[in-house]
């Protein structure tokens, strides 16, 4: 079962009263980084809008910039940038050095000095955490990505006519 | 459960999952409900093996055209025809009549014949190991040509002849010859001729599975056969259930029992050891070409497990994401690592 959306917490985009889309991805993974290019094209396609909502799996023993590159979305997201963020991180995924992630800061206007002192805070962590324990307790999410349509996990592939049809159904 | 109606196609041609059922003729209402529930799950294919000489089952090709009569997806497949007992050229009529009627839900598991004097016992041919090979081969020939569209094929081999014989009615799809094999000589027919191979675990360990595919995927490429385009299907059995195993001799004539000894427990699952689903991810994983695995079910509620698990080992299989190392299956007993790691670099120990 996927652990229910809370919007106070989760990071989550489109109108609320469309079909949602739940991604579980680490920033480090080309298949995340793929299936998010794709859920952008079905935002676009359909007619109705999509909502999706972005959850941390950084999988840490393979990816050694997952973590701190969900960090630096998340310190982002203290200042109201987490999709510019999210956007960016997937984009220079090859570039995820803690020097280069400060760049980012800068480049999206953030106040660096406290990007950088939330980044690495405890409150930051938590927040990744939280959204790696919701997948591990959904007992779906075994690795990323791993998409949730409305709520039921989406084991077909993540093209985007794929999903189209899937959110048909 | 929320599986229904969430496959997309691409997945299914990774990985399909079905189940086997004994064809007992004492046991025919739980039969039937067993292969109506794998339609609904769904699962994607049902398995009938075929041996006419047990006097309590049904005959394979009388029961299976009932079963895709009441069911609407779910293929069946014969799990293996006994080749000594009938004719190719009417197999293979009788295999595309039912593609025919069913709308392309048959797919054709043939065998040699494992046991040469219970096939002369019913008036078969009593055949060596090494006529047996060379009979299937000639079979699948003659299979093959009874599909095409020729006008009027001929074929004179040893064990088989055809003299002007008329062709049709053509499958409705592209019917998979998958072997039931074992032998090294046998590995190198279905490289050069079959569409798939189909093994099952229990008379061949994980090491010789490996080792067969390996075989075959040599000799296809000797043969100029991109390896890939074999389908390995594989018969597991055991027992698939939440509940405690039962004992072997409350279960129902010839269903699988699995294991006596008691089986390691892995996210609400009991498994027989050996085939957990983590072992089953690694027999399937590799170079060799996409699995069908079809497992043993002896009760409604081991299908609707075969599907969870089947939705698993769709996901854990597929090529297009990353995986956790290691990952517990089912992921609920222990904590991951990457959230110990985690909780480790907040300084918690929660």
């Known amino acids: 079962m996927m652990q229910p959306l809370d919007e106070t917490v989760d990071h989550l985009r489109g109108p609320a009263a469309a079909p949602l889309i739940v991604e579980y991805g680490d920033y480090e993974c080309p298949y995340s980084r793929q299936a998010f290019r794709e859920i952008e094209r079905v935002e676009k396609q359909l007619p109705g809008g999509v909502r999706f909502a972005f959850r941390h799996f950084p999988l840490t023993e393979i990816h050694p910039h997952a973590l701190a590159a969900s960090a630096a979305a998340e310190a982002a997201a203290h200042q109201q940038q987490f999709w510019n963020m999210h956007e960016l991180l997937f984009h220079r995924q090859h570039a995820l050095e803690e020097d280069e992630l400060r760049t980012y800061a800068a480049e999206l206007g953030l106040d660096v000095a406290q990007f950088e002192s939330d980044r690495t805070g405890a409150s930051v962590l938590a927040r990744v955490r939280r959204d790696v324990e919701s997948g591990i307790a959904s007992g779906e999410v075994q690795g990323t990505p791993t998409l949730f349509i409305d709520g039921s996990v989406h084991t077909g592939s993540y093209d985007a006519q794929t999903l189209l049809d899937a959110l048909a159904r | 459960m929320s599986a229904s109606g969430s496959h997309a196609d691409s997945a299914r041609a990774d990985l399909e999952f079905g189940i086997a059922v004994v064809p007992a003729t004492e046991d025919l209402d739980r039969l039937r409900a067993l292969v109506r529930v ?125 003299d002007g014989a008329r062709p049709g009615p053509q499958p409705a799809h592209p019917i998979g010859i998958w072997v039931g094999a074992f032998r090294p000589r046998m590995m190198r027919l279905v490289a050069r001729k079959a569409d798939g191979w189909l093994p099952s675990l229990g008379v061949l360990t994980r090491a010789e599975l490996r080792a067969g595919n390996e075989q075959i995927d040599a000799a296809a490429a000797e043969a100029g056969r991109e390896p890939r385009s074999i389908r390995r299907i594989i018969n597991v059995q055991g027992l698939i259930g939440d509940g405690p195993a039962p004992p072997r001799s409350s279960l129902p004539v010839g269903y699988l029992a699995g294991s006596r000894s008691p089986a390691p427990r892995a996210g609400g699952v009991r498994r027989s050891p050996g085939w957990s689903p983590t072992a089953l991810t690694r027999s399937c994983s590799g170079p060799s070409s996409p699995h069908r695995i079809r497992s043993s079910c002896s009760q409604a509620r081991s299908c609707r497990t075969s599907s969870r698990i089947a939705d698993s080992l769709r996901l854990r299989l597929r090529r297009d994401r990353c995986d956790r190392p290691q990952a517990s299956w089912a992921g609920r007993p222990k904590r991951s690592k990457s959230a110990a790691n985690l909780a480790r670099s907040t300084g918690s120990s929660g």
């Open chain 2, 38 to 162: 794998a339609d609904e799950a769904p699962l994607d294919l049902v398995g009938i093996q075929d041996y006419a000489y047990q006097h309590h089952f049904l005959d394979t090709w009388s029961l299976i055209p009932t079963l895709l009569a009441y069911t609407t997806r779910i293929a069946l497949f014969t799990d293996v025809a006994n080749l000594p007992l009938r004719p190719p050229a009417v197999m293979a009529k009788a295999a595309a009549s039912l593609d025919v009627l069913s709308g392309g839900r048959f797919e054709l598991g043939l065998g040699a014949g494992a046991f040469p004097n219970i096939a002369a016992s019913m008036g078969g041919p009593r055949r060596t190991a090494g006529e047996s090979v060379e009979a299937l081969e000639e079979a699948i020939d003659v299979i093959r040509m009874m599909w095409s569209r020729e006008r009027e094929v001929s074929f004179d081999g040893r064990y088989y002849t055809l």
